[in-house]
């Protein structure tokens, strides 16, 4: 079974410009989750979907970041613009939304970004 | 305080050594519990689940005190395969996962 697939692994920007990022959850989940993991940090979520529905963006920065899952499965993550302080590893998870394992989340690679 | 807090580390053991991390979370409302392994530059892997008092599987026993709401995870006979950062996380009422900083395990021959 694929994992979660995320896209691109590095990017680095200069401030103030857009990035986005991309996630395709296992098939099948429905639930998908953006963290942001700085060093030395656990990760910390950002945004929740069931579906295509945004169920938890409490901890997103809606000035400058703003996410997708139009069609319930791909999501993008968009920072415009970014900050030095945004440099970070911006990861994805999924996880099933019945039977066993509901809990379990899985992750992706993440993307690595450095804003210069 | 932190909702979930974790032993800062980080743990120099040798191989062969047994070692125990501690984990504790501020949200007595909480069911679910993890712990999950990193390692550098790659994302977190579960490890192990935790809903009731305890799990084990092989070498690695994690153990769940309500009462004092603290997680631990006992890692028996040390490889070094095991060296890695361990990150402990509690479910949230939202369904996230809230996590600690991590604990770095370096295991040494």
């Known amino acids: 079974e694929a994992g979660v697939v995320q896209s691109p692994r590095y990017k680095i920007i200069e401030k103030k410009q857009p990035v986005a990022f991309w996630c395709n959850p296992i098939s099948g989940h429905n639930t998908l989750y953006w963290y942001l993991q700085n060093l030395g940090q656990g990760p910390e979520l950002l945004i929740r979907?069931?579906?295509?529905?945004?169920?938890?963006d409490s901890q997103l920065p809606k000035d400058r970041f703003s996410a997708e899952r139009l069609k319930g499965v791909d999501s993008t993550l968009k920072i415009q613009p970014a900050e030095l302080g945004d440099s970070a590893v911006y990861l994805c998870?999924?996880?099933?939304?019945?039977?066993?394992?509901?809990?379990?989340?899985?992750f992706g690679p993440g993307t690595r970004l450095t804003v210069l | 305080r932190k909702e979930v807090e974790q032993d800062p580390g980080p743990f120099n053991v040798p191989e062969g050594a047994t070692v125990a991390f501690n984990c504790t979370y501020s949200?007595?409302?909480?069911?679910?519990f993890f712990w999950y392994r990193q390692d550098c530059r790659k994302e977190p892997k579960l490890l192990m689940s935790v809903y009731s008092s305890g799990n084990e599987d092989g070498r690695f026993t994690a153990q769940l005190n309500r009462a004092s709401q603290y997680i631990s995870l006992l890692i028996r006979d040390s490889k070094l395969s095991d060296s890695a950062t361990y990150l402990c996380a509690a479910r949230g009422s939202q369904g996230n996962l809230i996590f600690g900083k991590g604990t770095k395990l370096s295991v040494k021959p």
């Open positions: 998870a999924s996880s099933p939304t019945s039977g066993a394992g509901t809990d379990t989340q899985y």
């Open positions: 949200n007595s409302a909480s069911q679910s």
């Open positions: 979907y069931e579906n295509e529905e945004a169920v938890d």
